[in-house]
């Protein structure tokens, strides 16, 4: 699985877009990008995923660069609750087994 | 909520010692995996379990083993545990073993060993 590289921490003011950079470049064209974040310790949480197109859904959106060697995830609306880290995940579509390799992540922090 | 189940939430138990950790994966899912989490080494696989049998592994030591169960649930023991194993264990489940498949995790069993 493709090396992805995220920044140590970043901050985001609550009810601001929060943008999380991810850099994947050495994926390779059956490669998804993943994204989960973990509050505190409780067990990390699916966001969302994508291969090569922009994703939407409830809680995020993922935004993938046309050579997909960088990804960016957008939480809409921080809210305090945000506040966690984030990891960014890049898996092999026909991998037969789904084992996730977690690096450091981002952590988030949203300030009131 | 995920789905996953996971017990018990915490264990305190001595160096030397063996203990077992349960999981119960979602309805359906027929895969399960192991991680940990320490301190200083963050979020590892440790090892993989699809219908009953093992799958992948990762970096799980001797001391540990695991096993799916015909009701799908899954076991990890740990053995002659050491302080080192502190570490917060975690749980998920996923359909099957597509690496599109999401996994889904378990609120984790925190194990001290004093």
């Known amino acids: 699985d493709a090396k992805t590289t995220q920044p140590p921490s970043m901050d985001c003011a609550e009810g601001r877009a929060a943008n999380l950079p991810c850099n994947h470049s050495?994926?390779?064209?059956?490669?998804?990008v993943y994204w989960y974040r973990q509050i505190h310790s409780q067990g990390p949480q699916y966001i969302i995923h994508?291969?090569?197109n922009n994703e939407t859904n409830e809680m995020a959106s993922l935004i993938i660069t046309e050579d997909r060697k960088s990804s960016t995830l957008i939480l809409p609306h921080a809210t305090l609750r945000d506040t966690a880290v984030y990891y960014c995940?890049?898996?092999?579509?026909?991998?037969?087994?789904?084992?996730?390799?977690f690096g450091q992540g981002t952590t988030l922090q949203v300030k009131p | 909520d995920s789905g996953v189940t996971q017990t018990p939430k915490h264990l305190i138990t001595a160096t030397g010692q063996r203990v077992t950790l349960r999981c119960s994966p979602r309805?359906?899912?027929?895969?399960v995996y192991w991680y940990q989490q320490s301190l200083d080494q963050g979020l590892q696989f440790l090892i993989q379990?699809?219908?009953?049998?093992?799958?992948a592994k990762g970096n799980i030591l001797e001391r540990f083993s695991a096993q799916q169960f015909p009701d799908l649930h899954s076991e990890l023991n740990l053995s002659s545990l050491e302080l080192g194993d502190s570490a917060l264990y975690f749980c998920?489940?996923?359909?099957?073993?597509?690496?599109?498949?999401?996994?889904?995790f378990g609120p984790g069993t925190r194990l001290t060993v004093l």
């Open positions: 995940i890049v898996r092999v579509l026909s991998s037969n087994t789904g084992k996730l390799i």
């Open positions: 994508g291969l090569k």
């Open positions: 309805s359906g899912d027929l895969s």
């Open positions: 379990y699809y219908n009953g049998e093992e799958r």
């Open positions: 998920a489940s996923s359909e099957g073993l597509a690496g599109s498949d999401t996994q889904y």
């Open positions: 050495t994926i390779s064209g059956n490669e998804y």
